[in-house]
């Protein structure tokens, strides 16, 4: 029986673990999009290799960086520290960087503030690619290569970009993807995006995010998911992470499984579907 609903693979924060052995599973399993929602790069190592595997899908996909894409491991720490005149300073060899990642992902593109659309059969969406390399949190990370390749200088004009987008996308129906998800779903560590580094805790959430969904639900949009990564399932100190929520008839989706190749071999991905009205999602997990 055909499939009319659209199902799209979100392979979340990657951290190196990926080889051509998921290349294969995914091309396999009848997705319309594999969803890359960034952190393909490890603490040391760039993400090369990876990118060039990822090259190989036949299914179409597309990749958000994520704050360890394209960065040096001391420009990173600066980030992370929030010294922003540092870390603009540190920050000049990462448009280089991002140039090769996207040069071994070939046709992949390497997304942010862009459209994409899904389609199949008589239901079509809109993917709205988010705020690369975020950060999470109220400090715009990165703001030299984000200022330099989209124009956007700051958390109010990429909330600015992400709205116009609401406002181009072809189909009425939109998904979001991003590195990290919206603020506004909770302050404790085991929230969604809430921070697990910090004895305060709090929400680490995008609120340029957040504000792009709401905007689209303002204009009649209709939001069926949000999905991203960044904050892991495994919280610092222990214990799991709440990884899907729903809220307002919009489905929350955190895929950061971290490590997500297990030292048995087991592989996790998030499966998604979505009929055009609602949406449903899973930890796929593939044994060895």
Request: hydrophobic content about 40%; some cysteine.
């Amino acid at each position: 029986m055909t499939r009319s609903a659209i199902r799209i693979a979100v392979v979340g924060d990657v951290h190196l673990r990926w080889d051509d052995r998921d290349v294969e599973l995914l091309d396999a399993a009848d997705y319309d999009l594999v969803a890359f929602v960034g952190d393909l790069a490890g603490y040391r190592r760039d993400a090369l290799g990876v990118a060039a595997s990822i090259a190989r899908l036949r299914t179409a996909a597309l990749v958000i960086p994520g704050n360890h894409d394209g960065a040096s491991l001391p420009h990173l720490a600066v980030e992370t520290l929030e010294r922003r005149g540092l870390a603009r300073l540190m920050g000049r060899g990462q448009p280089r960087r991002c140039r090769d990642l996207e040069a071994m992902l070939g046709p992949v593109p390497l997304a942010g503030y862009s459209l994409h659309a899904v389609a199949r059969a008589d239901l079509a969406v809109s993917v709205i690619a988010g705020r690369p390399h975020s950060q999470g949190g109220d400090f715009f990370a990165f703001s030299r290569h984000l200022e330099r390749r989209y124009g956007v200088g700051s958390l109010e004009q990429s909330a600015e970009r992400l709205c116009r987008l609401v406002d181009e996308a072809p189909h009425p129906r939109l998904i979001f993807v991003a590195h990290n998800g919206p603020s506004g779903l909770g302050a404790r560590r085991h929230d969604i995006w809430g921070c697990d580094f910090r004895r305060a805790e709090g929400d680490f959430g995008d609120r340029d995010l957040r504000t792009a969904i709401e905007h689209a639900r303002a204009r009649g949009k209709r939001v069926l998911a949000v999905v991203a990564g960044h904050m892991h399932h495994r919280l610092k100190g222990g214990g799991e992470r709440r990884w899907m929520v729903e809220r307002d008839g919009v489905l929350y989706v955190n895929a950061a499984r971290v490590p997500r190749i297990e030292r048995d071999g087991s592989r996790f991905h998030v499966r998604l579907d979505t009929d055009g009205e609602t949406a449903r999602a899973e930890l796929v997990r593939v044994l060895p």
